[in-house]
């Protein structure tokens, strides 16, 4: 009874962060923490808890300035401590689980789940059905995290009960669902982090010989297709799903890093919408450079002033307390001791492609958290990093931490039955 109980916690969990509401996801992961909670994290995650901690005290340094606005407090301070529940809370409920597998299972499983129901819909509603990526995206959705870990997990990891020969047939239908919904989001975010955890799993991004094989087999083949882009003008309106990818990936570099000379007093903004992303980067680079909030930044409640009103959400507003630049806000929050506390953390996961392994499954683990750094350090770019309400990497980290903790117990017990 108890085991359900935990897995119906991983559900409800997963559930909370893909529904992509920061308060739901929050009060989720704290009544799990509340009800799981175990006094004994490992060193490892408590190092990764404290990183994220530091970075919630120096945000908060301003709570008692006589001119703050207690609601954007409240709501970068849910921000900020929300990924430290999450992976409590996902440590705490893996580390109770007596099968290994069952984590990656769920994942897997709710992956699937997603995916039939993404394409049930897409078959239920075929009347609605467009060649325009932007309207297909809006009626039927726009990601799916989970489908993203789910699918690099059911590629990565063999020893999942669904891979056992017996299983092949199920094998190939929940991969064939997968992948076929996984390419309909059209989600260049999606294909990139799944692409990276795939080769950080088998090593092609560690710094040593096969790592520069991959390196140089991807410079190539980039090579090749970023020349393509460069010749090939995809047309931006009308013109088909592939056309229309295309357009999305060749404007990916200027819509995160490059807002061009946009004059953003016209009244038509259109062109700013292309760099949208870098156009915020820029404000809050200017508002702390304005402010000289360089070190500890401007702190939880702040808000950057975009310069005009626009519509976000269908609401209008001239301020915003989020940025899709994950690096950027945690600058304008922290400052710069906030970002190097926040590339710390990425190199701290990181660093695990250099922990000593005694077994396989040791070095899986290992493998797939490095597979989480390039998660975030992607999703930083793109969509507020570990701190968006649907980021998987965080809880995946969390799981991976208590089986690494669970397999640590077991080496050691062996070990030292061994020597008796």
């Known amino acids: 009874m108890k085991q359900l109980l935990y897995k119906i916690g991983l559900v409800l969990l997963i559930i909370s962060l893909e529904y992509a509401s920061v308060e739901i996801s929050f009060v989720c992961s704290a009544f799990l923490f509340i009800a799981f909670f175990n006094a004994k994290l490992s060193s490892k995650a408590l190092l990764l808890v404290a990183f994220l901690a530091v970075l919630v005290l120096i945000g908060s340094f301003k709570v008692f300035n006589p001119e703050m606005d207690y609601y954007y407090f409240i709501k970068d301070f849910i921000y900020f401590t929300r990924p430290i529940l999450v992976l409590s809370c996902t440590y705490f409920i893996v580390k109770k689980l007596k099968s290994k597998t069952a984590f990656f299972s769920t994942l897997v499983w709710m992956g699937g789940a997603y995916a039939f129901m993404h394409l049930a819909t897409m078959v239920v509603y075929a009347s609605n059905f467009s060649t325009s990526i932007e309207q297909i995206r809006a009626a039927f959705g726009r990601y799916n995290h989970v489908e993203t870990v789910a699918l690099a997990l059911l590629i990565c990891i063999k020893d999942l009960p669904v891979r056992k020969r017996k299983n092949t047939l199920t094998f190939i239908v929940l991969t064939s669902i997968l992948s076929l919904s996984f390419l309909l989001y059209f989600s260049r975010t999606m294909l990139v982090v799944t692409f990276l955890i795939i080769l950080a799993y088998y090593g092609y991004l560690k710094l040593n010989n096969k790592g520069a094989l991959g390196l140089a087999a991807g410079l190539v083949i980039g090579s090749f297709f970023f020349a393509f882009l460069s010749v090939y003008e995809p047309a931006q309106k009308d013109g088909g799903m592939i056309d229309s990818f295309l357009y999305k990936i060749k404007n990916s570099f200027s819509e995160s890093f490059n807002f061009e000379d946009v004059n953003v007093n016209k009244l038509d903004r259109r062109e700013l919408w292309k760099h949208w992303r870098g156009y915020e980067a820029s404000v809050v680079f200017d508002e702390n450079n304005e402010d000289k909030a360089w070190v500890f930044g401007q702190g939880f409640g702040s808000t950057i002033d975009i310069g005009f009103e626009a519509k976000l959400n269908n609401e209008y507003t001239q301020y915003l307390s989020l940025t899709h630049n994950g690096f950027a806000y945690v600058y304008f929050k922290t400052g ?85």
């Open 336 to 420: 710069i001791l906030g970002s190097i506390i926040y590339i710390m953390l990425i190199l701290y996961l990181y660093s695990f492609y250099y922990v000593k392994n005694r077994t396989f499954l040791q070095k899986s683990y290992n493998n797939l958290i490095v597979g989480c750094s390039f998660y975030i350090i992607v999703t930083s770019f793109t969509v507020t990093g570990l701190f968006k309400p649907y980021d998987m990497a965080i809880m995946l980290v969390g799981g991976i931490f208590a089986l690494k903790q669970l397999e640590y117990f077991e080496d050691r017990d062996t070990r030292n039955t061994g020597n008796t």
